[in-house]
């Protein structure tokens, strides 16, 4: 096997047709150089350079040589760049209902600006991606959460409804059936504390982790549930009469790092949220 730097000690050799000034590009002393070339030589078993003139040349051997080793070290600096592209991963955390549709065509346009960036998209529940924030494992994140959660760049309010099916109406039975979220899930505590506040007996008929399993078991009379106002569906009706609950937001977290293509992100995802939300961002000052 050939060493690199011994081909990369002949090239410059070659290029500035002399050890002495090939030390000085390699940043190595004349003897070093010397070496080098005397191991290449015994490696290959023939003369590569011709140093009987003024100036060092390549014999026929050498000449043959140093296409290729320009060739073996382009190929090695580009195998560099390519692993070096592969390490630069941004990690992003989003809920469901932005995992999809617009986000895709705006994740689409950053991979396209930037190609050596890897994302990394994680779609959870708000209560997963905070703790995964908080640890370190997201660049961003964005998150439905209680007002005065951590310290965001960017929230926007998010106005929850009661929804219940439009042919299947559950909101007259007794006990209500309620359609939730998880225990961690943010909207599943102030389902029950609204209700008990009112004395409204209920009973937990479907449980599921993902938005749109939740809003089809709505959809089909499984029960009731609390969700975004902008996600009320077409066969969906809102149950205006019902407790008033407390105000979320809709928040982009940046974690501690920096760099160009991670504040084009954040940029993008907050311009992504005034569309989606249908209002401009509170940016803190």
């Known amino acids: 096997m050939l060493d690199p730097h011994l081909l990369q000690s002949f090239v410059a050799i ?5 050890f002495t000034r090939a030390g000085e590009r390699m940043h190595l002393t004349q003897s070093t150089i010397s070496q080098q070339m005397r191991r290449l030589e015994q490696q290959l078993g023939c003369p590569l350079l011709d140093r009987s003139g003024r100036q060092v040349v390549t014999t026929a051997q050498g000449e043959t040589l140093l296409g290729l080793a320009r060739r073996i070290l382009g190929l090695l600096a580009q195998a560099g ?3 070096g592209e592969a390490s630069l991963p941004l990690r992003l955390g989003v809920p469901e209902d932005f995992a999809a549709g617009a986000m895709t065509a705006v994740l689409a346009a950053f991979a396209r600006q930037y190609p050596e960036v890897r994302l990394e998209v994680q779609s959870d529940l708000s209560h997963a991606l905070w703790q995964a924030f908080e640890a370190g494992e997201l660049d961003l994140a964005l998150i439905k959460q209680g007002r005065g959660q951590g310290e965001p760049i960017a929230r926007w309010r998010e106005p929850l409804a009661w929804v219940d099916s439009r042919d299947w109406p559950a909101g007259e039975r007794d006990p209500v059936p309620l359609v939730v979220f998880p225990s961690e899930g943010l909207y599943r505590r102030q389902i029950t504390d609204a209700l008990d506040a009112r004395g409204i007996p209920w009973r937990i008929t479907y449980v599921s982790a993902s938005l749109a399993s939740l809003q089809g078991a709505v959809s089909a009379g499984i029960g009731v549930s609390l969700l975004p106002a902008r996600l009320l569906q077409p066969d969906q009706v ?3 009469h019902w407790p008033s609950v407390r105000p979320v937001e809709l928040a982009l977290h940046l974690g501690a790092g920096g ?7 954040r940029e993008a995802l907050i311009t992504l949220c005034d569309e989606v939300m249908g209002e401009e961002a509170i940016v803190p000052r």
Do not use: F, K
Request: avoid cysteine; aromatic fraction near 0%.
């Open 81 to 83: 760049d390519r692993v």
């Open 259 to 265: 760099s160009e293509p991670l504040s084009r992100l």
């Open 14 to 18: 070659v290029e500035t047709g002399s």
């Open 238 to 240: 809102e149950l205006t």
